[in-house]
Structure formats: structure tokens, C-alpha cells
């Protein structure tokens, strides 16, 4: 591209992202002082949480922008609690630069942790709240916090990890009572009760989020991510998503991951009221959902499945015509899910596509699903998708190969050192897909999975994708085991819809029928259930022990 096309390049992005941000309605008509005093704090904090919730305190002060199990929460209220936590920390020697794990479910206290790390210029850390407690202490040795900030249900999960570091129950459960003295930690609420409102300077570095990677194959990483330059990001999300200003949405994705965090963030530039609850029930998200009218779902794949297990008289007792939008990400979202979703609740349906490390990739709308199920979508504007080879080449069209992202969201490198293979300035998500005669994006598998099997190079997704089409199949995993024959050969687990509903030998058939012999597996393995994670991502390690000759 030469300059002058690169240039023009930058305002016909720059000229639709205004177009893109007006539409939602992050851009409207207002009363100049209020414009100015915007644009001040805007310029003050950056594209930040601190941003966002100051300026929805300038902008709409009065309106709900968060409401959870303990009420609601004004845009006034939330600017004044992290104002408050920010100076009661600031007090207590933290400070810009420092880190604070996070370990909360979707409540205000991760909201109140989130904002006022962003106020004071320090780098929040969200741990999974999966995590087994020595996870927990070996990234918070890894990662060097200063204080953790956590929901009382893991106390005992930090113990070892919060040797000499502060700590902070964000939430507490209210039958038990809150922690009490000599060994208790300090509740947030208290800290913000007892805390000074009054508006902090903004920290000359602004604070880094670090968010870790799933951890399906391994042990989770720390992506270390900057603040956005611009808003321009948002708007590339905005443009495939119709996510509009001012509407309730439930997050139930927990937001300590890329997906529920994306929602966190957008909502706040979007002054979005955010309905949250701690713990994901079915029934409990329709009924929030029809209880505020909430236009926008986000949830991960696992979610929907969970939600259409209910029987339909269960979910026709809900009023949910106010929704818009259902965002799916996380996790590989199967064709015939995302129909069934579509067939039940309207064409609502968006699917994401990136990782932790280049934030998003594709977004496939619901035009999208329902022509090509199983697609991951198209890049939206602002952001490059390109395949390349083992050697570095771009691929044709329909041929596999190793999947690059370039966009502003690309993370900077693992906190642990380290980073994603890059070439031509496009980062690899780790996986392999391939597009189709529509230029929409399926991908095939993690690039670490290919297994070599008598020769011939097989992806597990392909299985795993056929046998989700299975009328008997509720859920399956491939994964690669050792074969003395073939060098490799698959083995699936695999979920049915009730107990005896298919056998190995009719599986094994139905795959030969459509797919290439040596992409049989070796063996069936029948499961209540498959491992997964709080993204709903199988926990393909797992797996792999299990399939192991001591795991067995």
C-alpha cells in the first residue's frame, strides 16, 4: 500500500468510526458546556475506565448504570464509590505502577475495583475464578501484585497467595456474615464508606489491564494489554454488533475474561446499564432479562445450551421482545447451536472470534450463521485477518493455514515474557482456519492440535464439528493420541442428549460416511459431561491425561 492510499486509508476508517460511534449513540447533540467538560476528561484520562464512568457521571448522572443481587447502582453513585476506594487505597500505599489481583464474580465490587485501579494509575490483574488456589498463588508469584481484592467464597483459595500482600473482600456472603475481626481482611464497602469523593489527578502512566489466557492446553498466561489509543476500536465492534447507548444489557460472561470484560468496557463508553449476577441460572438470566427489558445478552456458547435445556414452556413464561442482541464468544460456537438459538429467540444472534492476546478477529452476524453455520465471520473495519503457511506465505482461498490478526488491541506481550508468533506486523492467535467463497472466516483448530495420522494432517475441530451435528450428540471433544500404526490416531468424547442414545460403533459409521478414514477415531468415549472452564472452552488437557495410559 502506498502512502497516500494508507493515508486515505486512515480517514475513510477515521470518517466511518465517527458514522459507526453516532448511530450507537456514544456520539449525540448535548449542551456545549457539558461537550466541553466531556471532552476535558476525555483528554484528562484517556479511553479508561476512569473515563468512562467520569463521563457518564458528567453525561447522565442520575440513570441505573449497574444493578446486581445488592440493587442499583447510579452513573453519580459508581463515580463517587471508585473516587472514594481510589484515595481509602491511594492512603494505604497504593499507588500508580502497583498491581491488584482481582478475583470477583459479575458484582459492583469488580466494577469498584476495576475503575478505581484505573483512577490511580495501577494494573489490574483478573484471576479466574476457577482457579485452583495453588493456580492462584503461582500467578500471583508470577505476576507480583500488591493487593488482591477478592469474593469471601475463595478465602480460603488465597491464603497462600496472599502472604504479605493486601487484602480485600470485595463480596461477602450474607448468611455467613462479613468477616470478623482479628484476622479479617477489610470489606470494600467499609473502605468506600469511610472514603474521600473528591476527584483524583490522573496518574501520568495509565494503568495496564492484564488478563490471562484460557489455559485450555497449559498453564494460563498474563496478556499484558494497554488502554486503547481511540475510541476507534469500539467503533469496529460497533459496526458488525448494533450495541446502542443507554439500553440495560446482562452481562452474564464473567467479565474477568476477554468477553464479559469487552461488554464492561463497551458498556461504559456506551453509559450502558450493566445487569449482573454472581452465578449463571438459566431461568435466572431470562427472568432479570425480562425484569429490566434488557436489549442485549452476552454470554458464552455454553450458556445458550444450558438455557435451551429449559423446558419451553419455561422460557415462553419470560418477556424478552426488547432483545436485540445475543453476543457469543469465548468458545467455538457449533452451527446447530446457533441455530436453535436463532429459531427460538429471533435472528439476535452475533458470534466472536479472537483471543485473549488480539482481543477480537471476525464477527459473524446473524446472516452470517444462517448461511454458513459454524462461520466465525468477517473482520470488522479497523482490523486485518490473513492466513499464512508454515513458511510464512499467504494461502489461496479455501486452503488452510495459521491465522494473523493485526488491529490496535493487540496485546503487548506476556507478562511472563514472551509473545505470539508475528509476521507482517499480524499477530497468530494460535489457531488455523480457512475462508470460504464468502471471505468468512472458519476456523479449524488450535495450531498445536494437528496431529499427523498415517501421513495425512487432521484437525480434531472437523470431528468435533460433525459429531455436534449428531442427532444423539449433545457435545463432543476430539483430541490427538499416540497409535503404533498410524504414528497418531483421534479419540472423541463425547456427550449424548440421554444416557444410551447412540453407540460407539453407529458414531464411528456416521464419521466414515462423511469424513476421510483416517479421521475415525481410534475410540469413542462416552462423558456426563465435558471439563470446561468458566468461558465454557473444553479443558483439552484434561482430556489428554485422561486419555493417557495412567489416565486410564
Known amino acids: 500500500m502506498s502512502p497516500v492510499e494508507h493515508v486515505l486509508e486512515l480517514i475513510l476508517n477515521r470518517a466511518q468510526a465517527v458514522k459507526v460511534l453516532a448511530e450507537a449513540g456514544v456520539i449525540r447533540p448535548m449542551r456545549p458546556e457539558r461537550a466541553v467538560q466531556m471532552a476535558a476528561t476525555m483528554l484528562r484520562w484517556g479511553p479508561t475506565p476512569a473515563a468512562g464512568y467520569t463521563i457518564s457521571n458528567v453525561r447522565r448522572p442520575d440513570k441505573v448504570g449497574i444493578v446486581d443481587e445488592l440493587g442499583t447502582l447510579t452513573f453519580r453513585e459508581i463515580h463517587e464509590r471508585t473516587n472514594a476506594l481510589a484515595n481509602a487505597w491511594s492512603d494505604l500505599g497504593i499507588g500508580e505502577g502497583d498491581g491488584v489481583a482481582i478475583l470477583c464474580r459479575n458484582h459492583r465490587g469488580f466494577v469498584d475495583a476495576t475503575v478505581a485501579c484505573s483512577k490511580l494509575g495501577a494494573n489490574a490483574l483478573y484471576l479466574n475464578t476457577m482457579f485452583a488456589g495453588p493456580q492462584i498463588t503461582d500467578v500471583c508469584k508470577r505476576e507480583k501484585p500488591k493487593a488482591i481484592v477478592y469474593d469471601q467464597e475463595f478465602e480460603g483459595l488465597i491464603q497462600e497467595a496472599g502472604r504479605r500482600r493486601k487484602r480485600f473482600v470485595a463480596w461477602f456472603d450474607g448468611e455467613a456474615g462479613p468477616p470478623t475481626p482479628p484476622s479479617a481482611d477489610p470489606l470494600l464497602e467499609d473502605l468506600i464508606a469511610q472514603g474521600d469523593t473528591a476527584d483524583l489527578v490522573p496518574p501520568a502512566e495509565k494503568g495496564r489491564v492484564v488478563i490471562l489466557t484460557s489455559g485450555t492446553t497449559g498453564t494460563p ?59 449463571f441460572d438459566p431461568e435466572g438470566t431470562l427472568s432479570a432479562m425480562a425484569q429490566h427489558e434488557c436489549t442485549t445478552l ?77 462461520t466465525a465471520g468477517k473482520p470488522p473495519f479497523g482490523t486485518i485477518v490473513k492466513l499464512y503457511d508454515d513458511d510464512g506465505h499467504e494461502v489461496a482461498e479455501g486452503e488452510t493455514g495459521r491465522i494473523f490478526v493485526g488491529n490496535e488491541l493487540v496485546f503487548d506481550g506476556y507478562t511472563g ?42 484437525f480434531p475441530r472437523e470431528v468435533e464439528d460433525l459429531l455436534s451435528h449428531h442427532e444423539s450428540v449433545d457435545e463432543a471433544a476430539v483430541v490427538g493420541v499416540d497409535d503404533p500404526k498410524f504414528g497418531q490416531r483421534l479419540r472423541a468424547f463425547v456427550v449424548c442428549t440421554e444416557d444410551g442414545a447412540v453407540g460407539e460403533d453407529e458414531l464411528k459409521a456416521y464419521i466414515k460416511e462423511n469424513l476421510a478414514s483416517y479421521k475415525v477415531p481410534r475410540e469413542i468415549v462416552f462423558l456426563d459431561e465435558l471439563p470446561r472452564n468458566a468461558t465454557g472452552k473444553v479443558l483439552k488437557r484434561e482430556l489428554v491425561v485422561e486419555s493417557s495410559p495412567r489416565g486410564r
Open 417 to 458: 515474557g514472551g509473545n505470539k508468533d508475528i509476521i507482517n506486523g499480524l499477530m497468530s492467535t494460535g489457531d488455523v482456519g480457512h475462508f470460504d467463497e464468502g471471505h468468512r472466516l472458519f476456523v479449524d483448530g488450535r495450531d498445536d492440535e494437528m496431529i499427523v495420522s498415517g501421513g495425512e494432517n487432521v
Open 298 to 374: 452476552a454470554v458464552v456458547p455454553v450458556m445458550l445450551s444450558r438455557i435451551l435445556e429449559l423446558p419451553p414452556e419455561t422460557i415462553d413464561r419470560y418477556d424478552l421482545r426488547a432483545l436485540r442482541v445475543i453476543g457469543a464468544s469465548g468458545s467455538a460456537l457449533p452451527g446447530p447451536l446457533a441455530n436453535e438459538v436463532m429459531d427460538r429467540f429471533g435472528d439476535v444472534l452475533y458470534n466472536l472470534y479472537g483471543s485473549t492476546e488480539v482481543a477480537w478477529a471476525t464477527i459473524a452476524q446473524p446472516r452470517d450463521l444462517r448461511a454458513a453455520p459454524g
Open 221 to 279: 498466561k498474563g496478556a499484558n494489554r494497554s488502554q486503547p489509543k481511540s475510541l476507534a476500536p469500539a467503533a469496529g465492534f460497533l459496526s458488525k454488533i448494533p450495541l446502542r447507548a443507554e439500553e440495560p444489557w446482562m452481562v452474564a460472561a464473567p467479565m474477568f475474561h476477554s468477553w464479559g470484560f469487552a461488554h464492561f468496557t463497551l458498556g461504559m463508553a456506551l453509559g450502558a446499564q450493566l445487569v449482573l449476577r454472581r452465578k
